[in-house]
């Protein structure tokens, strides 16, 4: 995608600069989210993603729109034609054979977070939304070349994104405290991997700092706050 002549990203702000950079909602639905979903009945820590990741995530998201930045919706679907052999595989000899993300189905709706008009959501069947051509098509119509990733799970998804992307020269930052896992150390554990091989891993107050700094150099109204 990038060639030896392109600026190099090395800031926060230049990573995350509204000109070419998109913040991608990874698979934030019931099934992964809510109380009785898929991953409550499998035994998954929800609290942090419910109490403390969701509302940060909310927030970020609010400040993206305020900023100009490019919101992605990626919504996971594991219809059981959807499910590759490999997948049917390891979903048998770990026991995970439980329903989750069927097409209309309660669990795989957003769960508190919802796109707006005009905002994409891209459809995957994979961990990876990058196995969807659609994905990169957006990110190439945008001149998108850095992704803020945030989501669930940050181990799983989210991470495959990121590796994936990274991969076929995409500048990739995870935003901590927008994703979640089934445990914490799951997901502490895929952050401390992510910084150290693929890219940056940051907090939400950084980037909205940056954001409404740039809002308040071009007098507009900074974000403070979640509507209710």
């Not at 850095?146 to 500048?171: H, K, M, N, P, Q």
């Not at 901590?176 to 554990?189: P, R, T």
Request: charged share 25%.
């Amino acid at each position: 995608m990038c060639d030896n002549n392109t600026e190099l990203l090395m800031r926060l702000d230049q990573k995350i600069d509204p000109r070419h950079c998109a913040l991608v909602v990874i698979d934030v639905q019931n099934d992964f989210a809510a109380s009785g979903g898929f991953f409550d009945k499998v035994g998954a820590d929800l609290k942090p993603i419910q109490t403390e990741r969701v509302p940060a995530l909310l927030r970020l998201i609010a400040a993206a729109r305020k900023a100009g930045v490019l919101v992605i919706f990626v919504q996971a679907i594991y219809d059981p034609e959807c499910l590759s052999e490999p997948m049917r595989e390891r979903n048998a000899r770990l026991g995970m054979e439980m329903p989750r993300c069927l097409t209309g189905s309660w669990g795989a709706d957003f769960f508190e977070v919802r796109p707006e008009a005009g905002e994409p959501v891209v459809i995957k069947h994979r961990y990876s939304a990058m196995t969807n051509p659609e994905f990169t098509g957006i990110l190439e119509q945008r001149k998108i070349r850095s992704l803020l990733l945030t989501g669930i799970a940050t181990d799983t998804c989210v991470e495959s994104l990121g590796r994936d992307a990274y991969f076929i020269d995409y500048y990739v930052t995870v935003v901590a405290d927008c994703c979640g896992a089934a445990s914490e150390q799951d997901h502490v554990g895929a952050l401390r991997r992510f910084n150290r091989d693929y890219g940056q891993v940051v907090d939400s107050s950084e980037v909205a700092a940056i954001w409404n700094a740039g809002c308040a150099a071009a007098g507009q109204p900074v974000f403070t706050s979640v509507p209710n």
